[in-house]
Every structure is written in C-alpha cells, then in structure tokens.
C-alpha cells in the first residue's frame, strides 16, 4: 500500500453560504464520504481544513497575502489516504462531495524521503 | 461447617486479591508467586481451621492477621529479607517484630490500583494482561480464566508464567506511573480494562455467570480509577458509562440456555434502567476537557442504543459515531457496524456499494451483513452470501442465526 495526498480545491468566491440546515447536510456529506475510507481501513489521516488567511512568501522577500484572489481554485484542505496504486486512489477520491460545488480533489502519490 | 463451604470462595474472590496485591508491593513484583503463595496458604489454613473450629468471629480480620503473620515468618526465614527489607530495617533484626503490614483499606486500594498499571505493563501482550488481571486483581482460579478464554489450564498457567518473567526482566515496580507518563499509562489500563469487559461480554464460552462476574470485575477496577483524583480522567468516565450500557442488557440478552438473543428479539422491560441512568450521568460526566477517546464514542453508540426505537436521528448519530470512531482507529467490526449503521440511516443501496468496498471477505459477519443487505433487494445475492457466512461461521449460535436467515428468504 502506499500513501496519495487528497488537496481539495474549491473556488471560495462561488462556494453557496446556505442555512445551518444546508451546512449540516454538507457537513454529513464530507463525514460520510471520509468515514467510508476509514471503513476500508485506507484513511492515514483526516487532515484538516485550511483557513482562508496566508501570505505567500515569494524570492527577494516579496510577500503576497495568498494566492486567494488570483487563482480561481483555492487549496481548502487535505486528507492521506493509503491505496494500492494511483488508480485506486482516484477511483477514491470520486466520492468526493466537493465536485458538486464545482470544486476538484488533486490526486498525489506520496514519495517518502 | 455448612456456612464455611459458602463463606471461604466468596472471600477468597474478595479477599485473595487485596492480600495478594499489598504483600506483592512488599515483597516486590519479582517475587509475586510468593505473595500469591502466602495468600492461597492463609485460605487453605482458613478452610481447615474454620471447618473444625468454626468461623472466626471478624473472619476478614482473622484472614489478614494469618497473612501478616505468614508474611513475617517468611521475611524471618528468608534470604529475601536480608536483601530487600533489611537495608531499609537497619540490620536490626529485632525490628522485624514491629515490621507493619499495612493492610488498611487506603492502602489495599493504593496496592490494587499500583498492581493494575503493573500488569497493564506495555512489554507484555494484551492476551496476557487480561489473564494477569483475572488472576491477581480479581483473584480467579486458573480453571476459572481457562473457562473464560475457552482453552486448558496449561495454556493458561504458561501465559501467566511467561507474563510474570517478563514483568521481572523488565524490572516492573509496583509504583503509581510518574506525572509524565500517567496518561500513556492509563491508556493501556483502559484498554486492558475494556478488552477484560468484552471478553465476559462476547465470549462464546456457556458459563454465564462467570461471564457476568468478568464483566463486572472488569467494572469494579474501572471504579477503583474513578475513586482516585489522578485517574479519574473523562475517558475513565466514558469507559465505565459504556459498560454500564452494555451490562444494562445482561438479563435481557441471554436465554436461559446461555444462547444469545439478539437486540430487535430482546424484551426491553429486562433492560435494567438503573445502569442504564448510570451510563447516563458518567457519559455527562465524561464531557468535559477536549480529548475525544474512543470510549466516548463508543459510549454514545451505546447510549442510542438504549432506545430500542428506530428513528432517524437515532441511525444518523450513530452512523456519524462511527465515521468518528473509524477514523480514531479502524477496527472490522466497527466497519461492518458503520456500513449497517448506514443502511439505516442513508438507504439500503448505498450501504451495498460501501459493504462491496469493505474487502472483508474471510469474516462470516461480513456476509451476513451483505445477506441482511441484499435481503428484499436481490434475494439471490443475499442467499449467495449468507451461504457465504454460514461456511465461515465457528459458533453454534451464529449458525443457527444464519440459517434462520436463509430459511427466511424463502424459495424463489
């Protein structure tokens, strides 16, 4: 088995603010679809959600705040997952509940140093 | 005489374990074999004594002052004493008189409690902590725990005996664990304390009441960490709520026969509502602080279950339970529970498509759990699989509820 990092990418600006209901709902979404990868035993690690303040450090000491308002897909979050290969892993992350708010899950295999 | 035969094991349940635990402290976890020698030689003295004389007027008193007296006549006679208690006696060889067994109920309890993160020791494997702890906390026989483990006494006798050597290799004191380490150690406690439950809880053996008793001595040393400041921690608190859950459906899960009876088959009215407002207040009690063990979860799973009803929000907090539960630590039986939990909750259809991904294809539950699945939906596939769980299952009991499954289903 090895490790893929789950980066889920969502464009903040077009992500719905609904009612406590609708957040609930979205909410059950996201721990159903993580406790069925928990279930098959191939969660390593939940990850977290990313706070949408940050400074990008760039060469020469240029600090932006962020990369939110330039790039139409922010990195909301992360999750590890443990698959037998590249394909499973994508195979995965499909049940994503992002993709219904037009946001997409990048797949990364995991290189241990 | 009569009153002799029915007082001796019931003290010797109560009674072994106290003096075993407070002369092992004395003598030191390297030499446990001779605290237990001298408390089974005090209860053999008392079977002989009380049966000719009769009982003794404070019978726990006379056991303790015997075991003091044992204890001493040992140190006096044993090279023992010349290397661990004289040093700290000053050579004085007069003094062993006035040598104290503490044998106040302060002390006991410290000793018990020492004892339990003794035996809970990391170095040594779980299946031996449990054994351990049956036998030096809560003072069952040798035949008792081989009962209780489905196995012989020599299987038994060779765990304890390997348990207790590694224990001295590893020069295990009888010590409460330091500030630093108290919470790792009382982790393994808890673990320990939760897999003893679940052994007289699940066990296949017949003896029921001696499955209740391990049940309930797995109970009282989770007590004994509530009654102390250091260890009374919220996931103590979850622990014993769970237990408390569990035990509440002792008389309602078992026939008369020892065989199981399944939660929708059991009558609610046997469900014993004390323990259940017990799990109740330790379950509130175990809300504080901001570490979420998975006793707490595992509490409130049980806590749902205490309503026998079905409604929605009784399956979608259970299923979301166990989303946490799983992702704390994975277990199959917590998977196979969570995909059921999401039948409920979420439709029958998509907890297929979950249960196909599970990939627990040699355990017998998890066909059976696809055969329940299936069941209404695909008759074919639900009798493929409970063919499937019939072949894996091992106990009689489980065959039999599958076979009533299959039979269920029909002909077409």
């Excluded at chain 2, 446990?32 to 009380?50: C, G």
């Excluded at chain 2, 066990?203 to 509530?226: H, P």
């Excluded at chain 2, 699989?385 to 019939?390: D, E, P, R, V, W």
Aim: hydrophobic share 40%.
């Amino acid at each position: 088995m090895k490790e893929f990092l789950f980066v889920f990418r969502n464009d903040y600006q077009a992500v719905p603010k609904g009612s406590p209901e609708e957040m609930q709902a979205e909410t059950k979404k996201w721990m159903d679809w993580i406790g069925g990868i928990a279930a098959q035993n191939k969660l390593v690690d939940r990850g977290n959600r990313l706070g949408s303040e940050g400074n990008t450090v760039k060469p020469g000491n240029v600090i932006t705040d962020g990369p939110f308002m330039e790039i139409k897909e922010a990195i909301g979050g992360y999750t590890l997952v443990r698959a037998e290969s590249l394909e499973e892993a994508t195979e995965m992350a499909k049940g994503c509940p992002i993709f219904k708010n037009g946001g997409s899950v990048e797949v990364r295999a995991i290189n241990p140093m | 005489m009569e009153q002799t035969e029915e007082l001796i094991p019931h003290l010797f349940r109560t009674e072994y374990r106290k003096l075993t635990a407070v002369l092992t402290k004395i003598f030191g976890l390297e030499h446990i074999e001779i605290a237990e020698d001298i408390s089974s030689d005090t209860f053999l003295m008392a079977s002989e004594t009380w049966g000719i004389k009769g009982l003794p007027e404070n019978p726990v008193a006379w056991l303790y002052t015997v075991a003091k007296n044992k204890a001493k006549d040992y140190l006096k006679r044993n090279t023992l004493f010349d290397q661990k208690i004289t040093p700290h006696l000053q050579n004085n060889s007069s003094e062993i008189q006035e040598f104290e067994i503490d044998l106040s109920e302060q002390n006991i309890t410290d000793c018990q409690l020492q004892m339990m993160f003794a035996v809970c020791h990391p170095t040594i494997s779980s299946e031996a902590q449990i054994s351990l702890s049956l036998r030096v906390l809560c003072g069952f026989g040798i035949d008792e725990i081989a009962n209780a483990f489905l196995t012989n006494k020599e299987v038994i006798n060779k765990r304890l005996f390997r348990a207790k050597e590694k224990l001295r290799m590893e020069q295990v004191k009888i010590e409460f664990p330091s500030q630093g380490s108290i919470e790792g150690r009382l982790e393994m406690v808890l673990r320990t304390l939760y897999l003893l439950f679940n052994e007289g809880y699940y066990s296949a053996g017949k003896d029921v009441t001696l499955r209740k008793e391990v049940c309930l001595e797995a109970m009282r040393l989770t007590n004994l960490l509530l009654e102390n400041k250091t260890t009374n921690k919220p996931a103590v608190n979850a622990l014993i709520s769970l237990m408390c859950f569990h035990a509440s459906r002792f008389e309602a899960r078992v026939n008369v026969n020892g065989e199981t009876i399944l939660y929708q088959n059991q009558n609610e009215n046997l469900w014993n509502e004390e323990l259940i407002t017990q799990g109740e207040c330790f379950l509130n009690q175990a809300s504080v602080g901001d570490k979420l063990s998975k006793y707490h979860l595992e509490a409130g799973i049980a806590y749902w279950h205490t309503h026998k009803q079905d409604t929605a929000e009784k399956w979608e907090s259970i299923l979301q339970l166990y989303n946490k539960l799983l992702q704390l630590e994975y277990s199959p039986i917590a998977a196979l529970n969570r995909t059921y939990a999401l039948s409920k909750a979420n439709g029958k259809n998509e907890a297929i498509i979950e249960a196909e991904k599970l990939n627990l294809n040699d355990n017998h539950l998890y066909h059976a759990l696809l055969g329940n699945l299936y069941t209404g939906i695909d008759n074919s596939k639900a009798r493929f699989h409970f063919q499937n769980a019939l072949k894996l299952a091992k106990s009689k009991a489980d065959k039999t509820i599958i076979s009533k499954n299959i039979s269920d289903l029909g002909s077409d």
